[in-house]
């Protein structure tokens, strides 16, 4: 069975720091790996999709690598706003998908 | 770009009555859908997969009786709780597959967050 771990649980950093979100993974046979921002009582935004194939995806401020191998995945975020405090998954897809437990970021003014 | 609907987006019930929540993919065909369940500050768990014409396969530990789901038609998956107690009031969200040339994505819907009293 497939077991997603996110570190930290929780983050808070002043305005303009750079973002750094760790998820691992137990089982490397997946298809692809997504990146999900949800605010609270909201529901999914995805952010980026890796394939299996790829190494990493980048859009804009978002960068996120995945090292298959190794079962990790990180999901950097370059300047923080205060726009950017919620909560953000990565979930595996080996056919299912598979959810982490979040990051819950606070990015302070 | 994809977009999967869920109606209602809220719901408050009394204890006993069954509640119906809908999951509709509205620009795409999706064979497959999936409905999690999500407690708070807690991540989403998979409860079921819902095949077009096919019967749901559930996740180990979700009462198939209580959670009745019908996936009729290839944009439509539906999902009732059944004789609601307070224990299952929760946020539940679908998702569906995008199965066509090149993608294999899944979508979500909103969520719908469900109040038993």
């Known amino acids: 069975k497939q077991e997603v771990t996110q570190i930290p649980a929780a983050l808070s950093v002043p305005e303009g720091e750079n973002l750094v979100l760790n998820c691992s993974f137990t089982?490397?046979?997946?298809?692809?790996l997504q990146w999900f921002r949800q605010d609270p009582g909201k529901g999914l935004t995805s952010l980026l999709l890796?394939?299996?194939?790829?190494r990493e995806q980048t859009s804009g401020r978002l960068n996120a690598s995945l090292d298959k191998s190794s079962g990790r995945s990180t999901l950097y975020i370059a300047a923080s706003q205060p726009g950017d405090s919620a909560t953000y998954l990565c979930a595996v897809n080996d056919y299912k998908l598979s959810f982490g437990a979040g990051t819950t970021v606070t990015v302070r003014a | 770009g994809a977009v999967v609907s869920q109606h209602p987006s809220w719901v408050i019930c009394k204890s006993g009555t069954s509640v119906k929540i809908e999951c509709r993919s509205l620009?795409?065909?999706?064979?497959?859908m999936f409905w999690y369940r999500q407690f708070p500050k807690q991540s989403l768990m998979l409860m079921a997969t819902s095949n077009e014409g096919s019967k749901a396969t559930y996740e180990q530990g979700v009462e198939k009786d209580k959670f009745l789901i019908n996936h009729a038609s290839l944009t439509l998956s539906t999902l009732t709780v059944t004789s609601a107690h307070p224990e299952d009031s929760s946020f539940y969200i679908c998702?569906?597959?995008?199965?066509?040339?090149?993608?294999?994505?899944?979508?979500f819907g909103p969520g719908t967050r469900l109040t038993v009293l």
């Open positions: 890796i394939q299996s194939s790829q």
């Open positions: 998702s569906a597959r995008d199965r066509r040339p090149n993608t294999d994505t899944q979508y």
């Open positions: 089982d490397s046979a997946i298809y692809n």
């Open positions: 620009d795409f065909q999706a064979t497959t």
